[in-house]
């Protein structure tokens, strides 16, 4: 870099901090993507503000998850116009906003703003000579059953990488269901006629020793459509990470993301590595963070997939909050056919983490009568209880049907 071309001043330094600050807030940014990023400044310049936001924005941003993130951080870290002058012994800025703008910031970025320490350290009451308190913890919470019950919504960035790392190891035990397959089993229920024949004339025909075969056993297919539309936005971050260990732990498991289209994300879900798979849907994905069209995105399943993934009795997990802009047309005769070919409709929306929850909107009301359950999703203790009912048999679809239908009344 020449003499003339090298950012003037500490611009330098503080886009380096400000990287810092990105990486610390959950953004995978190393040396590479900084030095990538003061290149990018170089080229545009710094006349205008804009082009030097979507000049650090092209470098430090690679999927849509991220945008909310470092725009935030930007304006946050930016913003004071002498802020270039305290930075040079500070390793991350010190910045003292009021509470109006604490609050508009999401949590992640407020930790990456505060200095090291001063976030995560409590405030230990102290008596006035000094002397050392001792704090009874017998009626505490620990960390990770805070963790376990905490929303998504309102995790922290290290909350966050916790959590996905918990996720990362769950399993799903889909109980197994009888197929139409079956197999030698001396406990069978059944006569196996040919092995009976094929053992006859080994021994010439004066013994038929008995053969018995039994039903073959299989998890059934799997199908997730995910709603990832602005309402849903945050949680659907989380629920990728679970569908990648759901598809990287067993066969026969279907992905769909929608908002305004239908999005098939099953191949990108099966790179072992969860930050490949997951940028790869970035780029697949058009309509993060938009509207919702569930009726119109259903159809486009089941005129297109259905018949592809539906058979040998799938279990469909609709993960939505039903909130749809269409004002959802269409939804219920889409609903009901999408019901009428798995063998268990499972939706879960977030919405019913609210303990004063009604099914009032015309989405919800035309989605509940089609459901064999409707559970919360918002933690990881609702995860885990997912992965328990999966694993125990399905209640009978009448009796299902019959309580949605009294509750949406």
């Not at 040396?31 to 082009?51: H, I, M, Q, S, Y």
């Not at 006859?200 to 297919?221: D, E, K, M, V």
């Not at 798979?277 to 058009?286: D, Y």
């Amino acid at each position: 870099m020449t003499r003339e071309a090298r950012p003037e001043g500490l611009l330098a330094t503080n886009i380096l901090h400000f990287a810092r600050t990105l990486r610390a807030a959950g953004l995978p940014i190393g040396p590479g993507k900084v030095l990538e990023g003061l290149r990018a400044v170089r080229t545009v310049g710094l006349v205008n503000r804009e082009d030097f936001y979507w000049a650090l924005h092209s470098v430090f941003v690679n999927r849509r998850d991220q945008r909310e993130i470092f725009d935030q951080a930007f304006h946050v870290f930016w913003r004071n116009p002498k802020l270039l002058e305290r930075m040079m012994s500070l390793i991350l800025p010190t910045l003292r906003v009021d509470q109006g703008a604490q609050d508009e910031m999401s949590r992640r970025v407020a930790e990456a703003m505060a200095p090291a320490g001063q976030a995560a350290a409590p405030d230990l009451p102290e008596s006035e000579e000094g002397e050392e308190v001792e704090l009874d913890a017998a009626l505490t919470w620990s960390k990770q059953e805070v963790l376990q019950t905490r929303d998504f919504e309102k995790m922290s960035a290290d909350e966050v990488r916790e959590a996905r790392e918990q996720i990362r190891r769950m399993r799903l035990p889909i109980m197994d269901v009888p197929t139409r397959r079956s197999r030698p089993d001396p406990a069978g229920a059944r006569a196996d006629m040919r092995a009976m024949l094929r053992a006859a004339l080994r021994t010439g025909g004066g013994i038929i020793p008995l053969r018995r075969r039994s039903a073959r056993r299989r998890h059934p297919p799997l199908v997730i459509l995910c709603d990832i539309s602005g309402s849903m936005d945050r949680y659907a971050r989380m629920f990728l990470h679970f569908m990648h260990a759901v598809t990287n732990d067993r066969d026969r498991v279907h992905t769909f993301l929608f908002g305004t289209r239908l999005t098939n994300i099953t191949r990108y879900l099966r790179y072992k590595d969860v930050d490949v798979a997951l940028e790869k849907v970035s780029k697949a994905v058009e309509d993060w963070s938009g509207g919702t069209r569930i009726g119109q995105c259903l159809r486009s399943f089941n005129q297109d997939w259905s018949r592809r993934v539906l058979g040998q009795g799938a279990v469909i997990l609709l993960i939505t909050d039903g909130l749809d802009r269409d004002a959802a047309e269409g939804l219920g005769a889409e609903m009901e056919r999408l019901h009428k070919s798995c063998r268990r409709l499972i939706w879960l929306n977030p919405l019913l983490r609210y303990e004063g929850f009604e099914p009032k909107s015309l989405g919800i009301r035309a989605i509940l009568p089609h459901v064999d359950e409707f559970r919360p999703v918002h933690n990881l203790d609702s995860l885990r209880a997912l992965t328990e009912v999966l694993s125990r048999p399905a209640p009978r679809r009448m009796e299902s049907m019959a309580h949605w239908r009294e509750n949406a009344a």
